[in-house]
């Protein structure tokens, strides 16, 4: 079955850290296609929080993460990666990566992280 499965979500006080992972089931990534972490927290639209090239070569943040995250892939075992650093209460989200496949996006089922004391 082809999927995306994220982990290391978790609760982590402000200030705090966590490493999200993202890996491909059932396809291997190619060089041709880009990554993506979205979050969406409750009562909002799902927002794109850092997206990297197939080749890792570029990567491109939102604002209001810029600097704190670092978004990478590891293409020889199919993983996306997202470090999180000194993070905040408004970081709490559900957190989804998304492949761009040639068929089409590919969504994660998501990874809970809760910022808060």
């Known amino acids: 079955q082809v999927q995306l499965v994220e982990s290391g979500g978790g609760l982590v006080q402000p200030g705090g850290s966590l490493k999200l992972s993202c890996a491909a089931h059932?396809?291997?990534?190619?060089?041709?296609?880009?990554a993506s972490w979205y979050r969406q927290a409750p009562g909002k639209e799902r927002e794109l929080v850092a997206s990297?090239?197939?080749?890792?070569?570029?990567?491109n943040y939102a604002g209001a993460v810029r600097g704190r995250f670092t978004i990478s892939r590891d293409n020889g075992i199919s993983t996306v990666y997202l470090q999180m650093n000194s993070l905040k209460p408004e970081d709490t989200a559900v957190y989804f990566c998304?492949?761009?496949?040639?068929?089409?996006?590919?969504w994660g089922q998501g990874t809970q992280v809760a910022v808060s004391s």
């Open positions: 998304k492949v761009v496949r040639w068929n089409g996006d590919l």
């Open positions: 990297i090239s197939a080749d890792g070569s570029t990567t």
């Open positions: 059932g396809f291997i990534f190619g060089y041709s296609e880009a």
